[in-house]
């Protein structure tokens, strides 16, 4: 696990926030303040709400009840290029409607930053190529987008987001339709990006031993409107993930490594989980 950088003011806070979806009630009056340097983790199981938080956050839904605060003033306030400028956010999938160079994709994402006739300007095309590059990616710069495979188009995004160098981001799934390698170059890349002061990671994720691994913080959703906060080694245990997950964890250790890992379940066990191991 990465160690944050030494930033002690708030980014990003969650006042009484409660999320619905239908008859639903995905987050209940759930309060928290996530400061800049912490990488934090979002997981639950599905449907439990990881990516409508993560719009909310930004934003870009609003909540049934509660508001969300960036920098002291409520999102809903923010006027929409400087909070362009303050957040990024990555969806968990995006579609590309037309044909087009890997630099062109990830330079859309410099458009908070243009002035003028909105052209890019040398530094913005540097942006980009870093960005690129950061990811592994500089040989894909004049590659059309759509001859991408959905691992790289995904890495491209990614790149997109870190383009726009906004402090804080806001990751929907970054991993998905990547192979385990692309994977852990991708958290050491936000990773290495994060200890830069000022700047705060939150992404969703399905894989609790990778998040366990380069998240500082986790935020676990059950499904049913609660949410558990906190250092990731704290939250990420095999008695509250058991609980949101429905299924039994249990944590093996080999030396300084860690994983949790399905409990063989027995027969007589019910689906929901309710004999569930000590954490």
């Known amino acids: 696990m990465q160690s944050p950088a030494t930033v002690s003011h708030p980014a990003l806070s969650a006042q009484h926030l409660t999320l619905r979806a239908g008859a639903r009630t995905l987050l209940d009056a759930f309060t928290h303040t996530f400061y800049a340097g912490e990488i934090w983790c979002v997981a639950g199981p599905n449907g439990a709400g990881k990516t409508t938080l993560l719009s909310t956050l930004a934003g870009l839904s609003r909540p049934a009840a509660g508001h969300v605060e960036l920098d002291g003033m409520r999102v809903s306030d923010w006027r929409a290029l400087p909070l362009a400028q303050r957040r990024a956010l990555m969806p968990q999938s995006a579609a590309d409607a037309f044909?087009?160079?890997?630099?062109?994709?990830?330079?859309?994402?410099?458009?908070?930053?243009?002035?003028?006739?909105?052209?890019?300007?040398?530094?913005?095309?540097?942006?980009?190529?870093?960005?690129?590059?950061?990811?592994?990616?500089?040989?894909?710069?004049?590659?059309d987008v759509l001859s991408l495979s959905g691992g790289e188009r995904q890495r491209v995004a990614l790149?997109?987001?870190?383009?726009?160098?906004?402090?804080?981001?806001?990751?929907?799934?970054?991993?998905?339709?990547?192979?385990?390698?692309?994977?852990?170059d991708c958290l050491e890349a936000l990773a290495a990006?994060?200890?830069?002061?000022?700047?705060?990671v939150m992404f969703s994720c399905h894989d609790l031993?990778?998040?366990?691994?380069?998240?500082?913080?986790?935020?676990?959703?059950?499904?049913?409107?609660?949410?558990?906060?906190?250092?990731?080694?704290?939250?990420?245990t095999p008695t509250l993930t058991s609980r949101a997950f429905g299924y039994p964890l249990i944590l093996i250790r080999d030396g300084e490594h860690e994983a949790l890992i399905p409990a063989p379940r027995a027969r007589h066990e019910s689906p929901a989980g309710n004999d569930l191991p000590a954490g």
């Open 193 to 200: 990006w994060t200890r830069e002061p000022g700047r705060t």
């Open 209 to 236: 031993n990778l998040a366990r691994r380069f998240a500082t913080h986790a935020l676990l959703l059950d499904g049913e409107g609660g949410a558990y906060a906190g250092a990731v080694h704290d939250v990420l």
């Open 99 to 143: 044909s087009a160079s890997v630099l062109d994709i990830v330079l859309l994402n410099r458009f908070p930053h243009l002035s003028g006739w909105g052209w890019e300007r040398a530094a913005d095309r540097a942006a980009a190529h870093a960005a690129l590059d950061l990811l592994g990616l500089g040989a894909f710069a004049a590659r």
């Open 159 to 184: 790149a997109a987001v870190l383009c726009q160098d906004a402090p804080l981001l806001l990751l929907d799934e970054p991993l998905s339709h990547l192979d385990l390698h692309h994977q852990i």
